[in-house]
């Protein structure tokens, strides 16, 4: 069981926006600004697409932006296209005790 | 450009050690903490270990505390996990990530992976 609660999945049409949620508590998503998303192809690495909540690395497209609202991290990827089926993965510093956490991973189909 | 070569995965019984190595290029690597994260066959990502830039702290989760120990050897840009006491559920493709920051929990370049599979 993973600290973090992801939807198993999400779906959209292309050019439709999906909007994935991460669910923690006040220790972890609601105690700090160190929420990150990141992007699983199958048989690659993951990789960063937001940190810091909102932010986004160099090279990630401006179609995926990060929220958070108390316990709540969300990820919205708008203009769906075909390479962004994939599984996304959600983190957050959980302080000195559990440190890291991250969510179960939601896959992400484009209809 | 940063790269980050993971290298020491295999097959190895229960109970048995394992080490695995994460050589750095394209960046210093004494700047930065360090850390690994594993992925079983089909399922999600699990943080495992993280060492602080200059080593002074590490932190284990908490199914692989007292079994695995992490290490760095900034000279020689590669990082170390030392694997003890394996268990059928730590098979998994090892990975290991660089922090954004000294100890930030952003993952900003990662690995290819390297496979471990504890298997009688």
């Known amino acids: 069981q993973s600290a973090l609660t992801q939807p198993p999945s999400a779906s959209g049409s292309p050019g439709q926006s999906v909007t994935i949620s991460c669910t923690g508590t006040s220790s972890d998503v609601g105690g700090y600004n160190y929420v990150s998303w990141y992007q699983q192809h199958p048989g690659k690495a993951p990789k960063l697409l937001i940190f810091e909540v909102n932010k986004r690395p160099s090279g990630v497209p401006d179609r995926f932006s990060g929220s958070k609202s108390g316990n709540t991290a969300s990820l919205t990827v708008s203009g769906l296209q075909a390479g962004d089926e994939a599984v996304y993965y959600c983190n957050s510093y959980a302080g000195a005790n559990n440190f890291v956490v991250f969510g179960g991973g939601t896959k992400v189909t484009v209809l | ?120």
């Open chain 2, 1 to 120: 450009q940063v790269q980050l070569v993971e290298s020491g995965g295999g097959v190895v019984q229960p109970g048995g050690s394992l080490r695995l190595n994460c050589t750095a290029s394209g960046f210093t690597l004494k700047n930065y903490g360090m850390h690994w994260v594993r992925q079983a066959p089909g399922k999600g990502l699990e943080w495992v270990a993280f060492i602080r830039y200059d080593g002074s702290n590490k932190y284990y989760a908490d199914s692989v505390k007292g079994r695995f120990t992490l290490s760095r050897d900034n000279s020689q840009n590669t990082l170390y996990l030392e694997m003890n006491s394996l268990r059928v559920e730590d098979t998994a493709v090892y990975y290991c990530a660089k922090d954004l920051e000294r100890a930030s929990a952003i993952f900003d370049y990662w690995g290819q992976g390297t496979l471990v599979t504890v298997s009688s």
